[in-house]
């Protein structure tokens, strides 16, 4: 079965410093992955997906992430985090066939400080 | 930019009633789906939906609960006896192409409380 986990509850980290928000997935097959913002009181907000090619993917509001085939992860970074940046992360996986559900980790509360 | 609406943001309803909670998806997107998400906890697959009928649905998704897109434009969630357990917040997604590669787009939600 596949399953996606986020390790981490939640990550503090200061404006301006660089922010990572960790996930590691266990598939049978091609994995693809998918970070999701999620705002108080708003829906989930795409932000970037691994399918298949370059292992650093570039996403919206300056945030990357890189996937890693030999240790499973596929971690969220970004290189100056912003106060604005705080809210609930998730890192999903999607069944691999046509209309696929979407299946989350349990998500980490990013918080930046000034 | 088109988006996914959920109506209404906000539904209190008491144990044992039906709510019908309605989607817009975005309107030239084929597959449908609802998730929800219990205070505190992941966000978890409840039905997917593509061509009028499910084509998945998980093991939350029981007898009292069902899907229907009743026209062109709304996708609907109904639950037929409500129960203090499914008060969370039930989001509605779409996705467009039958491109597996594509993301999946969320509604804000709507929060369900049952008293």
């Known amino acids: 079965a596949q399953s996606v986990a986020q390790p981490e509850d939640q990550v503090n980290v200061a404006e301006g410093n660089p922010l990572t928000v960790k996930c590691t997935y266990s598939?049978?097959?091609?994995?693809?992955l998918f970070w999701y913002v999620q705002y108080p009181n708003r829906g989930l907000q795409f932000l970037l997906k691994y399918i298949t090619g370059d292992n650093l993917v570039k996403g919206s509001y300056g945030f990357e992430a890189e996937f890693n085939k030999s240790q499973t992860s596929f971690h969220l970074k970004k290189p100056s985090a912003l106060v604005s940046d705080s809210a609930l992360y998730f890192c999903?996986?999607?069944?691999?066939?046509?209309?696929?559900?979407?299946?989350f980790g349990q998500g980490t509360e990013l918080s930046v400080k000034p | 930019e088109p988006e996914v609406t959920q109506t209404p943001s906000h539904q209190v309803t008491q144990m044992g009633q039906e709510v019908i909670l309605r989607c817009v998806p975005i309107?030239?997107?084929?597959?449908f789906y609802w998730y929800r998400q219990i205070l505190g906890q992941k966000v978890e697959f409840l039905v997917s939906f593509y061509n009028n009928e499910i084509s998945e649905k998980s093991e939350i998704f029981d007898d009292q609960f069902s899907v229907e897109r009743p026209d062109g434009s709304n996708f609907t969630l109904k639950i037929r006896s409500t129960k203090l357990e499914d008060s969370a917040m039930y989001f509605c997604a779409s996705s467009g192409t039958s491109d597996i590669y594509n993301e999946q787009f969320f509604g804000p939600g709507t929060r369900l409380t049952v008293l």
């Open positions: 999903a996986v999607r069944d691999a066939y046509q209309g696929g559900k979407l299946i």
């Open positions: 598939v049978s097959g091609n994995p693809y």
């Open positions: 309107s030239n997107h084929l597959y």
